[in-house]
């Protein structure tokens, strides 16, 4: 049986700056929708740093956080895959997901699970606003997860990361034996003419 987001994980909306952040030297690094690839991953390479004041411990980024786009047309989540290694905060209104006990749900599922069609359907019936598409923190709370046991969700996990894999290699193969078929097509034409 399913249980809502809410009951296995905090949702928590990223800082909220009251004016334009001020880019200083030994600030906070501060992750913003920029900073999501498009591989779902948080880069922490290029972070901003800014003055924030007091930072909350519950307001610092962990690894296994996911960091979910609240705004615009892609309502997915990023993972954070590394040890940030220093505090790193979520800008609004980027919302930061946290699994209460990585002993009930494993982060990498939940970040599977959120990019499925069933859960993103489910955001996607509940977006607010015309121009500007959002999903609420109550909406995304109340999402309807699957959770199997641990050992089925590291499969999961783990068939989903091999399946990525191999589209990546196809891709790639591709991509090369368009550029072969290109090169003898241009020969075939240069020796004809």
């Known amino acids: 049986m399913p249980k809502c987001l809410k009951e296995i994980a905090q949702v928590q ?3 909220s700056f009251r004016s334009r952040m001020e880019v200083c030297a030994g ?4 992750v913003q929708m920029k900073d999501l690839t498009s591989d779902d991953v948080v880069d922490c390479r290029e ?12 307001q610092i980024l962990l690894r296994g956080d996911l960091v979910f786009r609240s705004r615009g047309m892609d309502m997915s989540p990023a993972l954070m895959v590394d040890e940030p290694g220093e505090a790193i905060v ?3 209104p980027l919302y930061r997901v946290r699994v ?4 009930e749900v494993l982060p990498a599922y939940l970040n599977w699970y959120l990019h499925q069609d069933e859960a993103q359907a489910y955001l996607a019936s509940r977006i607010k606003g015309t121009a500007q598409k959002m999903v609420s923190k109550n909406s995304l709370e109340g999402l309807p997860v699957d959770l199997p046991d641990l050992p089925t969700q590291q499969a999961i996990v783990d068939m989903a990361a091999l399946l990525q894999r191999e589209l990546t290699l196809l891709e790639a193969l591709s991509e090369r034996r368009r550029a072969l078929i290109s090169t003898q097509l241009m020969q075939l034409a240069k020796e004809d003419s």
Do not use: H, I, P, T
Not at 27 to 30: A, D, I, L, R
Not at 47 to 58: A, C, P, T
Not at 100 to 103: A, R, V
């Open 13 to 15: 909306v990223g800082y």
């Open 27 to 30: 600030g906070v690094s501060v």
């Open 47 to 58: 972070l901003q740093r800014v003055n924030v004041g007091e930072v909350k411990d519950s």
């Open 90 to 92: 979520l800008a609004a």
């Open 100 to 103: 209460n006990s990585s002993l």
